[in-house]
């Protein structure tokens, strides 16, 4: 009877253990695209991924579209990008994606995504430039963050050739003939120079002080080069003992043009863009978007748009702005389309902190 | 020992369990427990408190591989919710709450007690989720005793273990120390790189030696003092994730504890006396991003409690602590100090039969200067229908910052409030003893909220900071079932565990926040577990089975990692001779060869054994 009893109660005991068993399966992600889609007339979106030993992913976002396609990378190779997923350009076809923390670079097919191989031996590379069809200039911050350096990269063997000692932290680079000028924002450290190599000949012509940290850099419509300093943290981090500068460098003769100086000691502008014709500059300070014409002499107390972004981009087929939110950093991030005078158009969700855009 | 049946013996029986218990049994009664006894973790003896907690309870233990930092989630909670107690004394580390479970050796302990639910109100800061209590205890009169125990296992896995104990009528001296190296160089699939290569994990090798060292001396008839040490040293690679191509960075961790004891047990009170010292050093080295961090921190814990009966229905216990906390690494700009002093008090009213019990906790707890909330927990346990077991707790409880939250440069955040909530519980048991067949059956279901959830986010100029910002509601139901069948020479033992946790955001940061109302990121929902003993006379073979579900790895939900399913058996084999024991024994674990990964991307070994030889020797004494 009793045994009885220990039994029913075993099955009952049972019965609701396997009942509670609710089936918890995730849902598909739909923005997930097949094998077979091709990538044209829009824009690449990196993902960095989340932090620690999670990978990041490659959004596209058609100019067409309202959603974007995300993780197309992995979709089509059955692999993921790896770890902190930097940024990405095409170069004759052949897109170049740059993983951070993984020290590689990811070679794709521009249009479908099929994987064509991996240069490794990168030390936190950061940007890719396309310099001829088999020469390239890959940024690195180098050990720690604490040093800084351009890798040559041959595209046909798809190894590092030589090393290219720049300032520390080597970021963004622009093109102006055969020179290519390197914004050297610090690293994990502190710098204040533009190095400026020769393309032809992989050695640096010089070097020029313009101010504290300048991670970005654009050519304008006359050839000059515009750098934005992002200034400098005191020890303690809590107020900006350096702030943040908009330089211009004459493209030819390297002489600073124009130096402007950010008032606050608290915030830092980030993300130089400028729009298709190359006569209007846009960043993000004090959590806005300002523009800065360039012929301008003073800086802009008026914003286009009053919100900041972690990552900006133009179009430069219709100077819409593309402004990233990584929201908390651990889920997916957004994407802010607005209209050339700062009209918001839609959001469109992409992946795990939106970091870089390249237009297609 | 000290066990679970303990709370209800007699107070009769007070005196004589009250040498071993600190108050945790006598005001928790309302609390859900599990109880690790002695031979289970003998059956882990050449295994850490991580692996223990992952196979034989439902703690999710969040583990980077093998060997690796593992941190423990208590119904979801977070890894620095849980209070981590070494005979009472909080091991949370002050700069990040957090304890790396794998740094335990299961030989180092005599009983582990799980304690669910929160338990602020009688262990302080940190006791969110719930509390792991582990414990050393002795018996006097045993004679001399020596334990040696050696492994070998896959990986160059290679432990040696050696205890010597003198038990006389009224002193017990140990002595343990350990020994552990590893390669841990195992095989896997990197699903993360190009046509999915098998590689074998790198940057991977441990080392690890330490040693322990008790003394229990019964001055009197009513007095007994005890002093501990506990020296270990542990020098580990840490291996790269499946996305990173290589990971060259170290860690060495040293820690030294002492702690000491006086009681005093007479029979209308008891005074009990503690203190504690613990020195920590901690030092990372990347090469790769040029970081060598070094770490040191330092806690200074006295308490002084008594306990004493108004009346023959209720048992009061008041208690004062004093803990100093001081830290330093280069991320701070100075070394830091905290003082935290509490004031406690319990009071427990219960029948004669000590069948119904009911129990008030209080704690109000000082942090430098500042008065942290006043935190309570009530519950009521008691016997109904003959074999059935109720208790029903409500319980406030805070967490207090670390000092990283506090004071990293750049980001800390002094102004940071300490996390706090209410959680209920309620259990039910059915436990019956039938000739040789023992029968227990429990069911617990558990609600909890934690306010002002400390989150690190990059700020309006894009430097990480630690926010009051989020706010979790956890709530999920626990089964347990077990079988036992006993008799002189056979023992069968059949045990079932299941939880179903669900562990949500509730406060929306910004507009249209699609991690509102989500699961935390590496919280299970389901897990379950099953094990199977089967023994004759010396010789044993158990099959353990741990199930996993989906874990989210983004706070929306949107990216998550597969359940797994992970097999392992055990073979034991005892030869007894007059005055020693000889064990040989054989684990094999994952041996279904399953796939899998607790981290995304942190690789797990597949099929892997260890087999040892365990010989204990004893003399009585003349």
Request: glycine share 6%; charged share 15%.
């Amino acid at each position: 009877m009793k045994t009885n009893k220990i039994l029913l109660f075993t099955a009952i005991t049972f019965g609701t253990i396997f009942t509670s068993c609710k089936k918890d399966d995730p849902e598909p992600d739909p923005t997930t695209p097949t094998a077979s889609t091709t990538y044209d007339n829009g824009v690449f979106v990196t993902n960095e991924g989340p932090f620690g030993s999670g990978t990041g992913t490659l959004s596209f976002i058609s100019r067409s579209g309202a959603v974007a396609y995300n993780d197309i990378f992995e979709a089509k190779n059955t692999f993921p990008l790896g770890n902190i997923v930097q940024s990405m350009s095409i170069h004759n076809t052949k897109g170049y994606i740059v993983v951070n923390n993984s020290g590689k670079v990811e070679i794709v097919d521009g249009s479908t995504m099929a994987s064509e191989g991996t240069i490794t031996g990168f030390t936190y590379p950061r940007y890719f430039l396309g310099i001829d069809n088999s020469k390239a200039f890959v940024t690195e911050w180098g050990t720690g963050g604490l040093a800084g350096s351009v890798k040559v990269v041959d595209l046909v063997t798809k190894t590092i050739t030589a090393t290219i000692t720049t300032g520390k932290g080597a970021e963004n680079m622009v093109k102006v003939g055969n020179k290519v000028f390197v914004a050297c924002g610090g690293g994990f450290d502190n710098d204040s120079v533009v190095t400026v190599i020769d393309a032809l000949t992989n050695v640096v012509d010089t070097t020029i002080f313009v101010g504290a940290n300048p991670s970005y850099i654009q050519v304008d419509a006359n050839n000059n080069v515009w750098v934005l300093c992002k200034g400098k943290q005191n020890a303690t981090w809590t107020a900006l003992e350096q702030t943040g500068k908009l330089v211009r460098l004459n493209g030819t003769s390297y002489s600073t043009e124009l130096s402007l100086s950010f008032a606050s000691t608290s915030s830092q502008p980030t993300n130089l863009v400028v729009n298709a014709a190359k006569t209007t500059l846009y960043y993000n300070y004090s959590g806005k978007l300002y523009a800065h014409a360039i012929t301008a002499t003073s800086l802009n107390a008026t914003a286009t748009i009053n919100r900041s972004f972690y990552a900006l981009g133009i179009d430069p087929v219709n100077d819409q702005f593309y402004g990233s939110d990584a929201v908390d950093f651990s889920s997916n991030g957004k994407v802010i389309r607005y209209t050339s005078a700062g009209v918001t158009i839609d959001s469109i969700t992409v992946g795990v902190i939106p970091g870089n855009f390249y237009f297609k | 020992m000290l066990n679970v049946a303990a709370q209800t013996d007699s107070i009769r029986q007070l005196n004589v369990v009250e040498i071993k218990a600190t108050r945790s049994l006598y005001f928790s009664s309302a609390s859900k427990f599990q109880l690790i006894d002695s031979a289970t973790l003998e059956r882990y003896s050449n295994n850490n408190l991580a692996d223990l907690l992952a196979h034989e309870s439902m703690v999710f233990i969040k583990s980077y591989g093998l060997g690796s930092l593992a941190s423990s989630s208590f119904r979801g909670a977070g890894s620095s919710h849980t209070a981590v107690l070494w005979n009472g004394f909080n091991l949370q580390s002050s700069m990040h709450g957090m304890i790396d479970l794998s740094l335990i050796p299961a030989n180092f302990l005599n009983t582990v007690q799980l304690q669910f639910g929160s338990a602020s109100a009688l262990w302080g800061s940190g006791a969110v989720g719930g509390a792991i209590h582990l414990n050393n205890s002795n018996t006097f009169n045993k004679g001399i005793s020596v334990y040696s125990n050696t492994s070998f296992g896959s990986f160059f896995d290679k432990q040696q273990q050696l205890s010597f104990e003198l038990s006389k009528k009224r002193i017990v001296s140990t002595l343990k120390v350990f020994n552990h190296d590893a390669k841990n160089d195992f095989e896997f699939t990197n699903r993360a790189q190009y046509g999915k290569p098998i590689q074998r994990q790198r940057n991977a090798e441990l080392k690890q030696y330490g040693l322990l060292q008790e003394n229990y001396i019964q001055i009197n008839q009513f007095q007994l003092l005890n002093t501990r040490y506990w020296y270990q040293y542990s020098d580990r690679q840490m291996p790269p994730s499946m996305t990173q191509n290589v990971n060259v960075s170290i860690q060495k961790d040293e820690s030294s504890r002492f702690t000491t004891e006086w009681q005093l047990n007479k029979n209308k009170y008891s005074v009990n006396v503690r203190a504690a010292y613990f020195d920590e050093k901690l030092y990372y080295e990347d090469s790769l991003s040029a970081l060598f961090s070094k770490s040191h921190s330092q806690s200074a814990i006295v308490e002084l409690e008594t306990k004493f009966s108004i009346t023959k229905y209720d048992m009061l216990n008041i208690g004062v602590n004093n803990t100093n906390n001081s830290a330093y690494t280069e991320s701070y700009n100075k070394r830091y100090n905290q003082n935290r002093s509490s004031v406690f008090a319990s009071y427990r009213l219960h029948t004669l039969n000590l069948k119904w019990n009911a129990i008030l906790n209080v704690r109000q707890e000082f942090l430098n200067s500042q008065v942290l909330p006043f935190t309570s927990s009530f519950g009521v346990d008691g016997n109904v229908f003959k074999y059935f077991y109720l208790k029903l707790n409500v319980a406030q409880h805070y967490r207090i910052p670390t000092f990283n939250d506090l004071y990293w440069v750049p980001g800390g955040n002094p102004n940071l409030l300490p996390e706090s909530g209410l959680s209920e519980d309620a259990t039910i048991a059915y436990k019956q003893v039938l000739k040789k067949v023992k029968v227990e059956l429990e069911a617990a279901a558990f609600n909890r909220e934690i306010k002002n959830w400390v989150i690190w986010q990059p700020d309006v100029s894009g430097i990480w900071s630690p926010q009051n910002i989020q706010e979790v509601w956890s709530r999920g139901l626990e089964y347990k079932l077990n079988v036992n069948y006993r008799t002189s020479k056979w023992e069968v033992l059949v045990s079932g565990l299941y939880n179903y946790v669900l562990s949500t955001n509730q406060k929306s940061v910004s507009a249209n926040d699609a991690t509102l109302h989500k699961q935390l990121i590496y919280v299970p929902i389901q897990n379950s577990q099953g094990n199977f003993l089967i023994q004759y006379k010396g010789t044993s073979i158990s099959y353990n089975h741990i199930y996993v579900g989906y874990r989210y790895t983004s706070s929306d939900n949107k990216n998550y990692i597969k359940p797994y399913s992970v097999g392992n058996v055990r073979l034991s084999h005892d030869v007894v001779l007059t005055g020693a024991k000889i064990k040989v024994y054989a684990q094999f674990n994952n041996v279904f060869n399953e796939k899998y990964e607790i981290i995304e991307y942190r690789a797990m070994p597949l099929l892997n054994y260890q087999l040892g030889l365990a010989i204990y020797f004893n003399e009585k004494n003349k």
